[in-house]
Every structure is written in C-alpha cells, then in structure tokens.
C-alpha cells in the first residue's frame, strides 16, 4: 500500500509540474503577442482572451518579477529595457518547447511541428511551393508559415524567434556574428523581357544594354534593387526606372506587356521555360557584385526537427540545381 501511494505521489508531483510548465508557456506567449502587436487588446483578439484578463495577467507577471515590462503609451504598449530582456528568454522558451513537441511526435513515427521562414519574395512564385510541397507530401502533419522579409528584417526575424529560417539575398557574405549561414548559393541577375523584344536574340546582357528600354525595377528595400543600383554607379550608367514595384508579379505583367525590362534571380523563375511566357537573360555583373542567397538560421539555436529537415532539403537542393562555391 506504501509502495501505490509513493507512485501516487510520484505521478501527481510530475502532473504538477505539467500544468505549471504549460502555464508558464501560456504567460510567455502572451507577453509575446502583446510585444509583436503593441497593443493589449489586439494581443487579446489573437489569444482568444478579454483585454482586461489579459492585463491582469501582465500586472500579475510583472508584481511577481518586480519590474515593469511594459511602457503604457497612447493606445497601447511597448517593451521597456527590463522587458526587452523577458521577451526574449520567454522566445527562447517557446521555441524549446515547440522543438520538444517535435522531437516527442518523431519517436511516435508522426512527425509533426510548424516551419516559419523569412525569406524574400523572389522565392514565393515557384522555388519555395514546390519545396513546401515536396516536403509535405513525405510529411502532411508538418505546416508552414512564410513570411515576405528582405535582408535585416528577415535577419531581425531570425533574432526574435518569428522565423526558424531565412533565406536572405546579399551581394557579400553574412559577417552578423549572431547568426549562422547553413548554406549559401551564388545567384546571378537575369533580365526579365516580353519573348518579342528586341533583345531577345542576346545570350547575355551588359546593364548598360537595358538603358534605351523603359525600366521596371523592385522597390526599396530590395537587396536585388541595391545591387542594381551598384552595378549603375561602377558602370557609370544612369538607373532611371519607369515604374517600380514591390511585387514581382505585378513586375511581370507589365513588362509582358511592351519594351520594359524587369530583373530577377534565377530561384524565382521557373525551372522548366517552356511554361514561362517570358524571357529571361543572364546580366553580366561587375565581379564583386556577385549576389548570393543565404540560408541562415539564429547561431546556437537548435532548430526543431520539421526546420531541421527542411533546411536539409534546401540545402541540397541548392547544392543539386545552383553554384554553391
């Protein structure tokens, strides 16, 4: 009988600390929401809480910890110096938890878990679908959030842990010590032309070819418009757009249409050109203008097993399909 009620102990101590690690997870989330909104009752709406319960748990956290965390300012709130500090231990925390989920429903033979990545929009159109899906088709519990970042916000993703992964195109190497390339491609710039246009006979393009066209050009900021913009000054050539955009399908569509000339990276086009309506030609850069795309991950954060795996997949097929040296 002694034996049964030590067992008994044993296994209420550990559903003890079972509620109160999932309370402290639910605490960490709300300060985390309240942080990405700025606003407690908008944090309320996506937690699916009342404004006021919602506030009462922050006062409640921040008596315990004996700091205010949280500047009340107009309609809402921002994270002082103090919770600038308790936000990202809480991320670390949350995102422990959501690798510990994974690993649990790998050893049950059901692989599961949620892959967010930051990344340019280049890579929405055609490279990431089909890699979204051909990792899916092998492994249908595991979702997906993407989420359209380019260069240090999708760096600044990584660091506060709404991103696993980000795919960021540079024209040099990552030299930010905080995080970690895990693979990097070269990526030369194509132009991007109507099948009819009047360049459509050339292997190759100088920028300065592409300056009697009218110019469509990504906005700012665009990594891919930077480069642009520094082949113009060391080739001494105007960049003097027609139309800009943020959208490359928009991009798209209106160079379909007459003489304009877009540009793009060789990720974001299809792989198979009889399917594309448009015409794409290599754009010969000034050596050190060489764009590269990074796959990067936070340093000396262990990726749950879904990221993990996927980023494994990315990174050989880079290695299959693009210049990885």
Same mark, same amino acid.
């Given at each position: 009988?002694h034996?049964?009620?030590i067992i008994?102990?044993i296994?209420?101590? *550990?559903a003890?600390?079972? /509620?109160?690690?999932?309370?402290? #997870?639910?605490?960490?989330?709300?300060?985390?929401?309240?942080?990405?909104?700025?606003s407690?009752r908008?944090?309320a709406?996506?937690? @699916?809480?009342t404004? &006021?319960?919602?506030?009462r748990? /922050?006062?409640?956290?921040?008596?315990?910890l004996?700091? =205010?965390i949280?500047e009340r300012?107009g309609?809402?709130?921002r994270?002082?110096?103090?919770?600038?500090?308790?936000v990202?231990?809480?991320?670390?925390?949350l995102a422990e938890a959501?690798?510990l989920?994974?690993?649990?429903a790998?050893l &049950?033979?059901?692989?599961?878990g949620?892959? $967010?990545?930051?990344?340019n929009?280049?890579?929405?159109?055609?490279?990431l679908p089909?890699?979204i899906?051909?990792?899916? %088709?092998?492994?249908?519990?595991?979702?997906? @959030?993407?989420m359209?970042k380019?260069?240090? =916000?999708?760096?600044?993703?990584?660091?506060d842990y &709404?991103?696993d992964?980000?795919l960021v195109f540079?024209?040099? &190497?990552m030299k930010?010590?905080? #995080?970690?390339?895990i693979?990097?491609?070269r990526?030369? /710039?194509?132009?991007i032309m109507?099948k009819?246009?009047?360049? %459509?006979?050339?292997?190759?393009?100088?920028? /300065?070819d592409?300056?009697?066209?009218?110019l469509? #050009?990504?906005g @700012?900021?665009?990594?891919?418009?930077?480069?642009l913009?520094?082949?113009a000054n060391?080739t001494?050539?105007? #960049?003097?757009p027609?139309?800009? $955009?943020?959208?490359?399908? *928009?991009?798209r569509?209106?160079?379909?249409?007459g003489?304009?000339? $877009?540009?793009e990276?060789p990720?974001?086009?299809?792989?198979?050109?009889a399917n594309?309506?448009?015409l794409n030609?290599?754009?010969e850069?000034?050596?050190d203008? $060489?764009?590269?795309?990074?796959?990067?991950?936070?340093?000396?954060?262990?990726?749950q097993?879904?990221a993990a795996r996927?980023a494994?997949?990315?990174s050989?097929t *880079?290695f299959n399909?693009f210049d990885? @040296?």
């Open positions: 009988m034996f049964f009620v008994l102990d296994l209420l101590f *550990f003890s600390l079972e /509620i109160s690690y999932m309370r402290n #997870l639910q605490i960490y989330r709300y300060v985390d929401t309240i942080s990405r909104t700025g407690i908008k944090a709406d996506r937690l @699916n809480i404004s &006021s319960a919602l506030n748990r /922050i006062l409640s956290l921040e008596d315990e004996g700091f =205010q949280f300012i309609n809402g709130v994270l002082n110096t103090a919770g600038e500090l308790v990202v231990m809480f991320r670390k925390q959501e690798r989920k994974s690993q649990l790998d &049950s033979g059901i692989r599961r949620n892959v $967010s990545i930051a990344c929009q280049a890579l929405l159109t055609y490279f089909h890699q899906h051909k990792y899916q %088709s092998e492994f249908p519990n595991v979702t997906f @959030n993407i359209v380019d260069g240090e =916000q999708a760096m600044d993703s990584l660091r &709404s991103a992964l980000a540079e024209f040099s &190497s930010t010590a905080d #995080l970690q390339t693979c990097t491609v990526q030369p /710039i194509h132009a109507a009819s246009h009047a360049l %459509s006979n050339r292997a190759t393009l100088q920028f /300065i592409c300056q009697d066209y009218p469509a #050009l990504p @700012n900021p665009q990594s891919l418009r930077d480069i913009e520094l082949t060391k001494s050539t105007p #960049l003097t027609s139309l800009t $955009s943020d959208d490359f399908t *928009f991009l569509n209106y160079v379909r249409l003489e304009a000339i $877009s540009f990276l990720i974001g086009l299809p792989s198979d050109s594309f309506d448009l030609i290599p754009l850069l000034p050596d203008l $060489s764009g590269l795309l990074h796959l990067a991950q936070l340093r000396d954060r262990t990726l097993v879904a996927f494994d997949q990315l050989q *880079f399909k990885t @040296n």
